[in-house]
């Protein structure tokens, strides 16, 4: 919403705006009220918390307390237009974040949606490379290498920004994650009624330097996916529910997809075997996460004809 408000995105995010920013109907009016042209802007993701999935984001925020939407409003500038209905969301109206939630999906469906597949490979790839990076020489090597805002002063990691402030991990350690719809300002989010979890920082990794047109290639998506064809509807379903970073267990993908939880499996095993994904014991949980063929199948770049 940021994005689309600002009239100057520069070249790297024009064709993307010039697609969506017509697109966007008055559905999605509560999360601009959120979003003032000035001052604070509301953190989405505190609200919504840590998930690749839009309909665990929606049940987060319809669910999050009354002190957590308190905190991310308070400090809100809100238009004289929007106050009265502002109050009614801090207060827990069940109405007003009904209709956030409404503007959430209206949201994802015109300006993110049509363009995952494509998001999600990109920032698999900066994750990768960070991970290249960490194994070969090391964390510091990492913090050194994250661009020019950020700036590795042992034992202290500077992020250049608008305001001034010191963080102090305490053990916690520290996110970092690349993101595709910002502004070009790396960003420290922070869990305000969590002080244990670990800062996240946000990294954007699209510039016009970078500039990459198929990025924002045509919105309009094959009402058939060729993936669904040569995996089957679900089976392919499951392979792109396992290509978040942090995977997915065999329970999330039962829950997220409406299958039985041995179906689930059935299918994980059969993309297991096809080395489409790997999959990890973490606990008494087994994680599922999609391997470089898999992000290719899906990406449509298959090593076969």
Known sequence: MKLLKDRDVGLAFRRWHVSVRGRLGEQAGPLGALMPSRGSLVDMASLTGDTPSID??????LTASRSLMRLELENID???????????????????????????????????????????????????????????????????????????????????HA??????????????????????????????????????LAIPVVSDALLDTALWGDAGEPAVPPVNDLLGRTRAAVLRATADGRGCSTTQLARRLNLAPATASHHTTVLRNARLITTRREGKVVMHSITGLGLAVLEQKLPFA
């Open 163 to 200: 305001r001034d402030a010191d963080i102090h991990l305490h053990g916690r350690g520290l996110v970092i994650a690349p993101t595709m719809f910002s502004t070009q300002q790396v960003e420290v989010l922070q869990a305000p009624l969590d002080p244990a979890r670990a800062p996240v």
């Open 56 to 61: 665990e984001a929606v049940d987060n925020l």
């Open 78 to 160: 809100f238009h004289p237009a929007h106050r009265s209905w502002a109050r009614k969301l801090v207060d827990g109206d069940r109405e007003a974040r009904l209709q956030v939630a409404a503007a959430l999906r209206a949201c994802h469906h015109v300006t993110v949606a049509p363009y995952w597949t494509r998001v999600r490979s990109r920032l698999s790839e900066v994750r990768a490379a960070y991970g290249a990076t960490m194994a070969d020489g090391g964390v510091e090597k990492l913090l050194t290498t994250l661009g020019a805002s950020v700036r590795w002063q042992p034992p202290v990691l500077e992020v250049v």
